[in-house]
């Protein structure tokens, strides 16, 4: 069986090796070796002409947008936040035309973290910028207990309450077009979201490249290989 090639979204940012300090893509290594313990190859997208995004797409099997900064307001017509982050426009750009890409086609697509926020609102969604509890300290995974909504793709992945590695302080506020909420935190936090109807599409508020449970990776793996 040939193994699904999955894209897997990149930072920007600048990096020291050696006696070399310069700007690079970067990809914490958790989620190429998710990608890899899940049964596929995974394959670097770095931020690129969105115009791209299309004929980018139709090259892979199944898409992973990443974590990391936070969406810019401005994308979901909100002003910022005190305690939001600087934008990644670039990443912003290029992942949103990789989203649009990934369901136009129909391929699998795991958004995680940023990425699921991104999926909400490449949809029409908003965002809450700011909530507490779900970061341990600066740099430090937390754990938290996260419920599935039964009869939901999520739920037949994780069919149990887990506990999952978090790291962030935004949230889904409304809902994008077509999304519905398949798990949730104690606190009613949104855990991950679906879109039924239009294939393998999942987003998760947290952060399964940094824990041993494949199972959400799995799914997605499992469904490039089947198309």
């Excluded at 069986?1 to 090796?17: C, E, F, K, N, R």
């Excluded at 190859?41 to 900064?69: F, K, Q, S, W, Y």
């Excluded at 419920?147 to 978090?166: F, H, I, K, Q, R």
Aim: with cysteine.
């Amino acid at each position: 069986m040939t193994q699904p090639l999955i894209g897997v979204s990149t930072y920007l940012d600048t990096a020291s090796w050696g006696v070399w300090q310069l700007p690079a893509a970067l990809l914490p290594l958790g989620y190429p070796r998710l990608v890899q313990a899940a049964g596929g190859i995974a394959a670097m997208l770095p931020p690129d002409d969105p115009e791209r995004a299309a004929r980018t797409v139709a090259r892979l099997d199944g898409l992973v947008v990443a974590g990391g900064p936070d969406v810019e307001p401005v994308r979901y017509g909100a002003a910022p936040h005190p305690r939001t982050g600087p934008p990644a426009r670039e990443r912003d750009t290029w992942e949103l035309a990789l989203i649009d890409a990934a369901l136009d086609s129909g391929i699998p697509l795991l958004g995680i973290c940023r990425g699921m926020q991104l999926l909400n609102v490449a949809l029409g969604g908003t965002l809450v910028q700011h909530m507490e509890g779900h970061a341990k300290a600066p740099g430090v995974f937390s754990h938290h207990p996260v419920a599935p909504v039964p009869d939901t793709l999520y739920a037949g992945l994780v069919p149990e309450v887990s506990s999952v590695p978090t790291y962030h302080h935004q949230s889904v506020d409304r809902l994008g077009t077509g999304l519905i909420a398949s798990a949730h935190a104690d606190d009613g936090t949104v855990e991950a979201v679906e879109l039924p109807g239009r294939g393998w599409v999942l987003g998760v508020q947290w952060h399964p490249e940094m824990g041993e449970d494949t199972r959400v990776m799995s799914g997605l793996v499992g469904a490039a290989t089947a198309r």
